[in-house]
C-alpha cells in the first residue's frame, strides 16, 4: 500500500496547489538557464549565419558587435588579393534609435553588401530578401513592422520586403538588413544645415593651409561632396567579412591580413568567443548566480512544505511507529511525498515555461540539456527538502499516540 | 508464539518501577508491579489519574521501558529493566496489539486499508493482507464500512475498526489504553464484551485500562493501580468467568 499516495489523494487540493507552486518557483528557474542561452543565441545570430570564415576590423578592436570599428571601404579589394581568399565583403552594423507610435524604437541596423549578399542566409518567414541595390530592407518581425510596410529614415524611405524571426542583437534590438550603401547613408546622415557647416569649416581649413593656397580646385573641392575628395574616400565601413577557399588554413590567412598595420583579424570562432567572453559574461554570471539562489529558495521552500506535511502526519507516524512499522515505511512516505511534489512541480514548470516563454520580448531558449539539469536538480532538491522531514518523524517517539 | 504451549502466560511481568526524573525532581510512577495474565484472559485496570495504569501499559507494549523489573512476552524474555532484550519495534509488529482511548485511525486510509496497512507493516503480502482485513471488519460487524473514510464512521464504528487493525497480526497480547472513554455507555460495553469475544475466541490476553465501572462484569480479573502500586480491585461487581454467551455476539449486536 503506498502510503504517500493515499495522503496526496486525501489532501489532493493542497498538493495540487503546493505543486503549483513549486512549479511557478522551478520555471523560474528553468527560464533563467533559458534567458542566458537565449541572450548567447541572439548574440551569436548574425556570426552564425553569415557565412564568414574570418572579420577583418579596425586594429585593436573587437569588432563591430563589441565596440565601434571603422575600415576603409576599399579593404575589401586588398583583402582579395590575398591568397586563399575567394570572397571578401563589406559589412556595416549599427543601433539607431526612432520613434514609432509615440514608443522608442531601437534598430540594430546591418548592412549587407550588394551585389554579392543578398540576405539569402536569413531566416525569412515572410517576404523575400534584398533584390535591389537600394531602399529595400529585411527587417526581423520584433520590430513590429508589417511586409510591404515604409520607413523613413534619414532622407530616404525603405520599404520592408522580408520579415524574419529571432533575428536580434546581442542588446535584445530587433535587426535591420540593408544594402551596405543604404546602412552608410542611415548611419552618416546629416541635417542640410550641418553639412552646409561642414563644408565651409573644411573650406576654410583648406585655405588655410598651403595645399589650398597652391591648389585651388582642391579648395573648390572642399566645399562641395565629401565623395569628390580623394582624401576622404568613400564612407567607412564596419569590418570586411571574409570567405576562404575550402582546405585553405584561416590561421595562416589571417596572419596574413594581421600583419597590416590599420587591421586585425578575428576568426568566426573567436568573434563567437568575444561576443560570449567579452560582450554577456558579466550578464552570464548574473543570471547564473541568480539561477543558484532561486534553486537554494526553492530547496528551503520545499523543505519548508515537505515539513509542514510531515508535522501534519506526525501523530500517523507514531501510530505506524507503534504498530511496528519498519523506519523505510516512514522514510519512505516523505521521500515520495517530496519526490511526487517535484516531479508534478517539474512537469508544471516544463508545461508552464513552454507556453509562457514564447511570449517573452527577448528569445528565451531551453535546450534539452537544460531540462535534464533542471530534472537532476530537482531530484536532489526534493531528497534534501525531505531530510528535515525525515529528521523530524525519526525522532518521533510511538507514545506520542497516547497523548 | 500464539502456537506455543497454552500454560505459557501470555505475559508476565516481574517487579516493574519506573523512576522519572532523578534526586530531588524524582518521581516514581510505578512500584514493584508484577503481573502474569494468561491467554484468553480479559483484566481491567482501575485507578485514578496518576496512578500509574499508562506507565505500566507503555512499559508492557515496550514502548517506555520501566527503570527496574522483568517482562516476558508469550515465554519470551523481551525487558530486563530498560533493556530491551528484543527488536522492540520488531515484536511489537509482530505480538502485540494496542487500541487507545480515540480509535487513532490513519485519516487518509479508508477503514480497510487502516486495517491492512497493520498487515503490511507485518509483512503480509497485499493481496492478502487486504483479504483478512475484510475477514476482520466482518468479524467486527463493520464490513460495510470498509471503503469509509474515519470522518464517516461513527466512534463506535471506529474502535471496532481499531480492534480489527489490533486483532491483524494474531497478537498474543491486546493492550487498550480506556478504549470507551469516548463512547456512550451502550457502545463502550459494546467495545469491553468485543474484548472479551476477542480473547476467548483468538486467544489473545487483553489488558484494559478504564475508569467505566459499569462493564466491569465482563472482565475475568480486575486490578487496581494507585501511587504507583497494583493490587486486585476491591469492587461490590464481581467480574464475570462465564463463557461468553454465544448468543450475545457483540460484533453483530452494535448498532450505531
Same mark, same amino acid.
Given at each position: ?403 | ?138 468479524? %467486527?460487524? !463493520?464490513? *460495510? $464500512?470498509?471503503?469509509?473514510?474515519? #470522518? ?5 464504528? &471506529?474502535?471496532? /475498526? ?53 462493564? %466491569?462484569? !465482563?472482565? *475475568? $480479573?480486575?486490578?487496581?493501580?494507585? #501511587? ?5 480491585? &476491591?469492587?461490590? /461487581? ?19
Amino acid at each position: 500500500m503506498n502510503l504517500a499516495v493515499h495522503d496526496i489523494r486525501h489532501n489532493l487540493g493542497r498538493f495540487v496547489l503546493t505543486s503549483f507552486g513549486i512549479g511557478l518557483l522551478l520555471m523560474i528557474v528553468l527560464g533563467m538557464s533559458g534567458i542566458y542561452r537565449g541572450m548567447i543565441d541572439e548574440a551569436l545570430v548574425v556570426v552564425n549565419r553569415i557565412d564568414a570564415d574570418l572579420w577583418v576590423v579596425q586594429r585593436n578592436t573587437r569588432g563591430p558587435f563589441a565596440e565601434i570599428s571603422r575600415v576603409p571601404a576599399n579593404l575589401e579589394d586588398r583583402i582579395r588579393a590575398v591568397p586563399g581568399v575567394i570572397s571578401a565583403r563589406s559589412f556595416v552594423a549599427h543601433t539607431i534609435q526612432r520613434e514609432r507610435r509615440g514608443k522608442p524604437l531601437r534598430i540594430s541596423v546591418q548592412g549587407l553588401a550588394w551585389p554579392e549578399d543578398k540576405g539569402e542566409w536569413l531566416p525569412l518567414v515572410a517576404g523575400r530578401s534584398l533584390a535591389q541595390a537600394h531602399f529595400e530592407i529585411v527587417a526581423d518581425r520584433s520590430l513590429g513592422f508589417a511586409l510591404g510596410e515604409s520607413l523613413a529614415l534619414g532622407k530616404d524611405t525603405y520599404t520592408v520586403v522580408g520579415l524574419t524571426r529571432g533575428m536580434v542583437s546581442s542588446g535584445g534590438d530587433g535587426l535591420a538588413f540593408f544594402t551596405v550603401r543604404d546602412a552608410q547613408a542611415v548611419q552618416f546622415d546629416l541635417p542640410g544645415e550641418a553639412i552646409r557647416l561642414e563644408r565651409a569649416a573644411r573650406r576654410a581649413r583648406a585655405g588655410e593651409m598651403d595645399v589650398g593656397r597652391v591648389t585651388p580646385l582642391l579648395l573648390d573641392r572642399a566645399s562641395g561632396l565629401a565623395a569628390g575628395i580623394p582624401a576622404f574616400g568613400p564612407p567607412m565601413v564596419s569590418a570586411v567579412l571574409v570567405k576562404l577557399a575550402p582546405g585553405v588554413e584561416s590561421a595562416r590567412v589571417a596572419a596574413t591580413i594581421s600583419g597590416w598595420p590599420d587591421v586585425s583579424v578575428h576568426t568566426a570562432d573567436g568573434q563567437r568567443q568575444l561576443l560570449v567572453m567579452g560582450l554577456i559574461d558579466k550578464a552570464r554570471r548574473q543570471i547564473g548566480l541568480f539561477r543558484v539562489l532561486l534553486v537554494f529558495i526553492s530547496t528551503i521552500i520545499m523543505a519548508l512544505i515537505i515539513y509542514t506535511l510531515t508535522l501534519d502526519k506526525i501523530h500517523d507516524i507514531a501510530l505506524l511507529k507503534l504498530m511496528g512499522a519498519r523506519n523505510g515505511v516512514i522514510v519512505g512516505l516523505i521521500l515520495q511525498q517530496a519526490v511526487l511534489l517535484g516531479a508534478i512541480g517539474y512537469g508544471i514548470a516544463v508545461l508552464l515555461g513552454d507556453w509562457v516563454f514564447p511570449k517573452f520580448p527577448r528569445s528565451v531558449v531551453v535546450s534539452p540539456a537544460d531540462y535534464w539539469a533542471l530534472a537532476a536538480v530537482v531530484a536532489g532538491i526534493s531528497i534534501v527538502s525531505s531530510l528535515l522531514g525525515i529528521g523530524k518523524a525519526m525522532r518521533v517517539e510511538p507514545n506520542k499516540v497516547l497523548s | 508464539m500464539n502456537d506455543r504451549a497454552d500454560n505459557t502466560p501470555a505475559i508476565e511481568a516481574e517487579g516493574l518501577t519506573k523512576i522519572y526524573g532523578t534526586g530531588n525532581t524524582e518521581v516514581v510512577a510505578m512500584r514493584d508491579v508484577s503481573l502474569r495474565i494468561q491467554r484468553g484472559e480479559v483484566v481491567a485496570l482501575l485507578g485514578p489519574s496518576g496512578a500509574g495504569k499508562s506507565t505500566l501499559l507503555t512499559a508492557l507494549g515496550l514502548i517506555n521501558p520501566p527503570t527496574v523489573g522483568r517482562i516476558t512476552i508469550g515465554g519470551v524474555p523481551v525487558m530486563d529493566g530498560a533493556k530491551s532484550l528484543v527488536d522492540a519495534r520488531a515484536f511489537r509488529r509482530q505480538h502485540l496489539g494496542f487500541v487507545f482511548q480515540k480509535a487513532n485511525l490513519i485519516p487518509f486510509l479508508n477503514a480497510l486499508q487502516n486495517v491492512q496497512v497493520a498487515l503490511e507493516i507485518a509483512d503480509v503480502p497485499p493481496r492478502q493482507a487486504r483479504h483478512r482485513a475484510l475477514e476482520l471488519l466482518d468479524y %467486527l460487524g !463493520v464490513a *460495510d $464500512r470498509a471503503h469509509a473514510l474515519p #470522518d464517516a464512521l461513527s466512534g463506535g464504528q &471506529q474502535q471496532r /475498526v481499531a480492534v480489527a487493525r489490533a486483532l491483524s497480526n494474531h497478537p498474543s497480547l491486546i493492550l487498550a489504553d480506556e478504549p470507551t472513554a469516548a463512547l456512550d455507555s451502550q457502545r463502550g460495553r459494546q467495545v469491553m464484551e468485543l474484548f472479551r469475544k476477542v480473547a476467548h475466541e483468538q486467544g489473545a490476553a487483553v489488558i484494559v485500562v478504564t475508569h467505566d465501572q459499569r462493564a %466491569l462484569d !465482563v472482565f *475475568d $480479573r480486575i486490578f487496581e493501580m494507585e #501511587d504507583g502500586r497494583l493490587r486486585p480491585a &476491591q469492587l461490590p /461487581v464481581q467480574p464475570s468467568a462465564k463463557p461468553l454467551d454465544a448468543k450475545h455476539d457483540p460484533a453483530t449486536s452494535i448498532k450505531d
